[in-house]
């Protein structure tokens, strides 16, 4: 990645993310996304895609913490204009909480006390 020869890095994720369930890889994969898209107009939706890809598909493992608090910690920070979007920001975080709470978690007591907090 370091040589910008994205089109490459692309393909091999294309390649090994679904055979590969390698918490470290998928981390890998939503870093590359957040550095590489940043100056796009869609870059929230194309975060938010890359989160939901890799925990649908590994946020079933108990090391997937890490990517559950650095999803809750995005959509935390994210800026809304207006209520609506306001409103859809707290209910997709809603729905992050509740799902990483109904998973068998390691550290899970920390993620239920921001939810507290958060509610």
Do not use: P
């Not at 209910?91 to 007591?109: C, D, H, M, P, S």
């Amino acid at each position: 990645m370091g040589h910008r020869n994205y089109d490459k890095v692309e393909k091999l994720f294309q390649r090994c993310l679904k055979r590969v369930l390698h918490i470290d890889l998928w981390k890998c994969y939503v870093n590359y996304v957040r550095d590489v898209k940043r100056e796009l107009s869609n870059y929230r939706e194309k975060l938010t895609k890359a989160y939901e890809f890799a925990l649908d598909n590994v946020g079933l493992d108990m090391n997937s913490t890490s990517i559950w608090q650095d999803f809750i910690h995005f959509l935390k920070t994210s800026d809304c204009t207006g209520n609506f979007a306001e409103a859809q920001k707290t209910n997709q975080l809603r729905k992050t909480y509740q799902r990483a709470i109904a998973t068998a978690l390691q550290g899970v007591e920390n993620i239920w006390k921001s939810y507290s907090d958060f509610e």
